[in-house]
């Protein structure tokens, strides 16, 4: 079993900035992929972002390239996601997710572990 716990959510302004992290517990963190995945109010969960076991891959979803950045350190067992330029449109809960699986990672159904989420409201 894997322990996943977001924090860092909270209302932002447009343009402004937050750093998301997501802290991991109960098995080897870098035996893991870590992801970010979003939802907002009314729609499907969304993929955010990826980065493998050792921090040499990640990808992000067309929209968030540029703006959001996935970095982690396994030695604290975290992964994090550091966010810039949001706009309203950015408004979901954000959530952490990990799998030991190393492909189809922007597909939420091959991770096995997910956090609770933490509420990123954007306001205009």
């Known amino acids: 079993q894997v322990q996943l716990v977001e924090s860092g959510g909270g209302l932002v302004q447009a343009g402004g900035s937050l750093r998301l992290s997501c802290a991991a517990s109960?098995?080897?963190?870098?035996?893991?992929?870590m992801g970010w995945f979003r939802q907002a109010p009314g729609k499907e969960r969304e993929f955010v972002a990826f980065?493998?076991?050792?921090?040499?891959?990640?990808y992000y979803a067309d929209s968030m390239k540029g703006r959001f950045t996935i970095s982690r350190d396994n030695a604290k067992n975290t992964v994090y996601l550091q966010m810039s330029s949001l706009s309203p449109e950015d408004t979901a809960v954000y959530y952490c997710?990990?799998?030991?699986?190393?492909?189809?990672?922007?597909?939420?159904?091959?991770?096995?572990?997910w956090g609770q989420g933490t509420q990123v409201t954007v306001s205009s």
């Open positions: 980065i493998n076991w050792s921090a040499d891959i990640t």
């Open positions: 109960g098995r080897t963190f870098s035996d893991y992929a």
């Open positions: 997710a990990a799998t030991t699986k190393v492909t189809n990672l922007v597909r939420s159904r091959v991770y096995d572990y």
